[in-house]
T-cell receptor
Framework: EADIYQTPRYLVIGTGKKITLECSQT?????MYWYQQDPGMELHLIHY???????EKGDLSSESTVSRIRTEHFPLTLESARPSHTSQYLC?????????????FGQGTRLTVV | QKEVEQDPGPLSVPEGAIVSLNCTYS??????FMWYRQYSRKGPELLMY????GNKEDGRFTAQVDKSSKYISLFIRDSQPSDSATYLC??????????FGTGTRLQVFP
């Protein structure tokens, strides 16, 4: 089982609140990702990082922001949550191995904004 | 048109059946092909990984890639109730940007 952890697993929060979703990995991977997954839809990349102090936006536009101050930690923040942010957020990490990239996923955070 | 198309199912089969899951894609530059399994309320876990065309077998699971037809398959032999999950295909070019299918929900009943 991959050593990548997300907290909280479930979060119900009111509109306008600031939230931070935590993601940590103990594998020493440089590359980390945040995906958004809605029921019946494909995973969409919203943020990624290639290492400390590196963050990039993914394909799906998101009002969230990320930071990468330490290799093992890649938190995602929503400054003001809205019902449209309700979704499952999945964190992943990977390390190239002779051209192969294997993404390890966390358990996910299911966010509901009411 | 989506880059990766996957039938969402649900697919319901009896225990012991052979299951075939498929994805088609449009980007001929895809070189790496993966199948992830996602149990309910869990994150996806890598099940099979294939580079370029060909077959790969791992126990009851066989992954096939046909680049000429832009078609990949996952076969599950002697399916078990524990195989009930959503199966996501994923693929990428010679980068680490993964493109996922929508996932096929599989239910294996005893």
């Amino acid at each position: 089982e991959a050593d990548i952890y997300q907290t909280p697993r479930y979060l119900v929060i009111g509109t306008g609140k600031k939230i931070t979703l935590e993601c940590s990995q103990t594998m020493g991977h440089d590359k980390m990702y945040w995906y958004q997954q809605d029921p019946g839809m494909e995973l969409h990349l919203i943020h990624y990082s290639y290492g400390v102090n590196s963050t990039e936006k993914g394909d799906l536009s998101s009002e969230s922001t990320v930071s990468r101050i330490r290799t093992e930690h890649f938190p995602l923040t929503l400054e003001s949550a809205r019902p449209s942010h309700t979704s499952q957020y999945l964190c992943a990490s990977s390390e190239p191995d002779r051209g192969r990239t294997e993404a390890f996923f966390g358990q996910g955070t299911r966010l509901t904004v009411v | 048109q989506k880059e990766v198309e996957q039938d969402p199912g649900p697919l319901s089969v009896p225990e012991g059946a052979i299951v075939s899951l498929n994805c088609t894609y449009s980007n001929s530059a895809f070189q790496y092909f993966m199948w992830y399994r996602q149990y309910s309320r869990k994150g996806p876990e890598l099940l099979m990984y294939t580079y370029s065309s060909g077959n790969k077998e791992d126990g009851r699971f066989t992954a096939q890639v046909d680049k000429s037809s832009k078609y990949i398959s996952l076969f599950i032999r002697d399916s078990q109730p524990s195989d009930s999950a959503t199966y996501l295909c994923a693929m990428r070019e010679n980068t680490d940007k993964l493109i996922f299918g929508t996932g096929t929900r599989l239910q294996v009943f005893p």
